[in-house]
C-alpha cells in the first residue's frame, strides 16, 4: 500500500467516525472515486499528463459531494468555528471534483511549462498540483496565485499526511 493510499484510508476512518447526519440522515462527505478509464477520458484532449498521485486521490473520491456540500454551506459559520469536528472535516467540502479542477487548470493557464489543478480551495486560495507534459509519480503542491517554485507541499501524498494527522489531531486549521 503506498503512503498516499495509506493517508486516505486514515481520512475516511476518520469520516466515517465523524460524518454529520441532518434530520437523522447521513450527509454525504465524498462524491465516489472515478476509475482509471473515467479519468482517462476527462483528460485525453488535455496538453499535460496528469502524475499517479492525482490519479490515485480521484480514485479515490471525486471531490465533495455535492448534497454534502450544500449542506456545509447552509451552515451558520460560527457553528463551524464552534464544533470542532465540524471545523476539521470543513476541508473534504472543498474538495473540487475533477472535472472543476481541470476547468480551473484552463483558466490558470501555463506558468514556465506547467499547469496548476488545483484540487482544493481554501480560504486564502487553492491548493494545486502542478503537471506538465511529463507523465510523473508525484506532484508538487502551489498556491494557485503563487509562484510555481514555492511549494506549500513536495507532493499530493505530503499534503494528504498532513491532512489526515490534522484530522486525527483535531486542529482547527489548515495552512
Request: charged share 25%; glycine share 6%; hydrophobic share 40%.
Amino acid at each position: 500500500m503506498s503512503e498516499l493510499t495509506e493517508a486516505l484510508k486514515r481520512i475516511s476512518i476518520w469520516i466515517e467516525k465523524h460524518q454529520l447526519a441532518e434530520d437523522g440522515k447521513i450527509v454525504p462527505v465524498l462524491a465516489p472515486g472515478l476509475t482509471r478509464e473515467q479519468i482517462d477520458f476527462k483528460v485525453k484532449d488535455m496538453p499535460f499528463q496528469l502524475s499517479e498521485e492525482i490519479y490515485q486521490l480521484y480514485q479515490w473520491a471525486n471531490g465533495a459531494d455535492k448534497k454534502g456540500k450544500i449542506f456545509y454551506e447552509n451552515i451558520q459559520l460560527n457553528q463551524v468555528f464552534e464544533d470542532i469536528e465540524l471545523y476539521t472535516s470543513f476541508w473534504v467540502y472543498l474538495f473540487f471534483p475533477l472535472e472543476r479542477a481541470l476547468q480551473f487548470v484552463m483558466n490558470l493557464g501555463i506558468q514556465q511549462g506547467k499547469y496548476k489543478i488545483c484540487i482544493f480551495a481554501l480560504e486564502n486560495g487553492s491548493n494545486c498540483a502542478l503537471v506538465d507534459e511529463q507523465k510523473r509519480y508525484s506532484s508538487p503542491i502551489v498556491d494557485d496565485i503563487g509562484l510555481i517554485n514555492e511549494h506549500l507541499y513536495p507532493s499530493v501524498t505530503d499534503m494528504m499526511i498532513k491532512y489526515a494527522k490534522k484530522m486525527e489531531d483535531g486542529y482547527l486549521w489548515f495552512d
